[in-house]
Every structure is written in C-alpha cells, then in structure tokens.
C-alpha cells in the first residue's frame, strides 16, 4: 500500500504570501493518478487539481500544481483570505481506491 | 446544477444497523462511477467505498469489508451505503462523491455536504 505524507503539518502565512505544500507517496506514481482538494471548516472537500497539475472547473488560476514520481507540491502563488483552510493530496490506486494524505492546514499568520 | 445530497446519518448503537443514501442530480447519474468518503471527527479523509456506474462491481476498503455494502438504484439517482454491525471507529461525517475519469487517472469531482454517523450505545 503506497503512504502520502504530507509536510508542512501546518503552514502560517499572511495574505499575499506564497504557498507551497508538499506531498510524497511512498512509490513512484503516475501524475494521471494525482490530486489535490481543499476542505475549508463544515464543508466538503472541494477538488483543485487533478493530473497533478491541471486545475479543475472553476478553481483559480494562483492555484498550481506540479511534480512527478515521489514529489509533488501545491502552489498558490498570492494568497487569499479565502484560501486557509487545510488542503489533501491524494492518489487514485487499485487494491485501495483513493489514498489520502493526512493534510496540510494553512493558518494565517 | 449538479448536486449530491446525502441523508440517513444519526445515532446508531455498536452492532446495529444504519443505510445511508445519497441522491443526485444535474447530471446522467447511471453514467458515473460514484463513492463513500468518510471523516472521523478531527481526523483527514479516508476512502471506503465504490460502485461502477451499472452497480456490477463494488470495492470496500479493508476496514470495512464484509461490514458495510454499498449499492445503487439508477432509476431513482440514487447510491446507498449500507452499514452493518458498525463499531465506535465508524464514527465520522460521510460524503458521497462523483468519481471522474481522465487519462487513466480517477478523481473525486463532485461532493455531497455529508451525514453524520454516530456509533454509540
């Protein structure tokens, strides 16, 4: 079973600042097989990024991803108000469906 | 709009018996493999469960296997999860989601708001 580990725990920041989270699987994946999602209190996650890098329907574009093999990061390049919240990486397999990091959460600082 | 509404959450005692249900709409709901995403309290995001978009094939995590059964009636638009004999560890909010498929690769697109299950005698 492949492991997502995901670093900082915990990430403080100011608006405007520059965000990077960081997730590393256990194994070399596919980045086809690589997602982020951000779940902010009381709501459901909310897809970002699929592909490893590719943003999703409506997310916008101060979200990027990127990486391949072990490593792969999520950048927001100015950040939000909006955007501290804690945010999943996860990995579609076969003998496990979809494996989940154990988050990042982005506090403000 | 497409949307997904989950339901059926509540107390329920260990050894009992609980089905959850989540009804959507907006889109061609028999098309779309779905699944069941379940978070204990102050705890990440732990997959449990999928069906195929004709219900033929499921998939269970590990810690659940041969507990719960999920299961979908595509004349209502709707997937249910089925929880048997649930321990206090299936305590958590349960989400239903739409799985996607690009390039090989599955993703969760779409998520319900999610029901609560509490396992507690």
């Known amino acids: 079973e492949i492991v997502l580990t995901q670093s900082p725990g915990t990430l403080s920041l100011s608006p405007g600042e520059r965000a990077s989270l960081s997730c590393r699987t256990s194994?070399?994946?596919?980045?086809?097989?690589f997602s982020w999602y951000q779940q902010k209190p009381g709501q459901a996650p909310r897809l970002l990024i699929y592909?490893?890098?590719t943003r999703a329907t409506g997310i916008p574009d101060r979200f990027s991803g990127s990486g391949s093999a072990t490593d792969f990061t999520l950048t927001i390049s100015r950040l939000e108000p909006e955007d501290f919240a804690v945010y999943y990486c996860?990995?579609?397999?076969?003998?496990?469906?979809?494996?989940f990091g154990q988050g990042t959460k982005l506090e403000i600082k | 709009e497409v949307q997904l509404l989950e339901s059926g959450g509540g107390l329920v005692p260990p050894g009992g018996s609980l089905r959850l249900s989540c009804a959507a709409s907006?889109?061609?709901?028999?098309?779309?493999?779905m699944a069941w995403v379940r978070q204990a309290p102050g705890k990440g995001l732990e997959w449990v469960s999928g069906?195929?978009?004709?219900?033929?094939?499921?998939y269970y995590a590990e810690s659940v296997k041969g507990r719960f059964t999920i299961s979908r009636d595509n004349t209502k638009n709707t997937m249910f999860l089925q929880l048997n004999s649930p321990r206090a560890d299936d305590t958590a909010i349960y989400y239903c989601?739409?799985?996607?498929?690009?390039?090989?690769?599955?993703?969760?697109?779409?998520w319900g708001q999610g029901t609560t299950v509490t396992v507690s005698s």
């Open positions: 989601a739409r799985r996607e498929w690009i390039d090989l690769g599955s993703f969760l697109d779409v």
């Open positions: 907006g889109f061609l709901f028999r098309r779309f493999s």
């Open positions: 069906i195929s978009g004709s219900g033929e094939t499921t």
């Open positions: 194994q070399s994946v596919s980045s086809a097989f």
């Open positions: 592909g490893a890098s």
């Open positions: 996860q990995l579609y397999g076969k003998s496990v469906m979809y494996t």
